[in-house]
């Protein structure tokens, strides 16, 4: 019931129902008007900072996908939702000494952008695990944002990537700077969509544009993301 949620879940239940339901509208909407397919691009639900019983209920509500920024949250998340088919996405940078959590609780992660930080999550990928889905994290036009390989650097890290037998590489991801402009927010979507196009000849299996968030995320699925990112349209602002 609503009113025995802890406090910290902050949400009731049916507020999050209707995020969820809105988000998805979002997105049905703008693939229709890029004329993608119902359906091309998945949502990714960002959970950093909320409690896993917030994290329950979205699976409840038809969300399986759950993006994390901290390695150690992440983990403590995973294991308390345990007996639920949840795919835990890690989307924050990385620190060296947090990659042997990474590489155990991942199905994806988002934000490599060092062929070192690569290697390390490679080798310790457990062996009775599938290889780990990873994107290369490019810094378009986030002048402020010291996360990610320039695009001129990327081809040539994506190539050592590709060598590495514990991960599965897949596309990219990008966080730009934050505008309400809508051809603004475009453009560097637009950047990392060339870039796919430009390395499929090289590595033809590409297949993940991770891009967009709560307020972009429209003009993300018209230049071809394949996954949004929403935090705070579904589990509301946070506070840490
Ligand atoms: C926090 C975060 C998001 C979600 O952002 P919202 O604006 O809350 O939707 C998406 N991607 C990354 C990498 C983040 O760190």
Known sequence: MANQLPYDAT????????????????????ERASGRATGAVSLLA?????PSELVRQAHGFGLSAFGENYAQEMA????????LPLCWHFIGPIQSNKTALIAEVSDWVHSIDRLKVARRLSEQRPDDRAPLNVLVQINTSNEDSKSGVGPDAAPELMEAINELPGLRLRGFMTIPAATTNQAEQREPFRQLKELMARLSDSLPYLDTLSMGMSGDLEA????????????TDIFGARYN
Do not use: C, F, Q, Y
């Open 11 to 30: 949400m009731i239940p049916t507020e999050l129902e209707r995020n969820i339901s809105e988000v998805d509208r979002r997105i049905r909407a703008a």
């Open 46 to 50: 960002v959970s950093k900072t909320k």
């Open 76 to 83: 403590e998340k995973a294991a308390a939702l345990a007996d």
């Open 220 to 231: 993300a699925v018209s230049e071809g993301a394949n996954i949004v990112r929403v935090g």
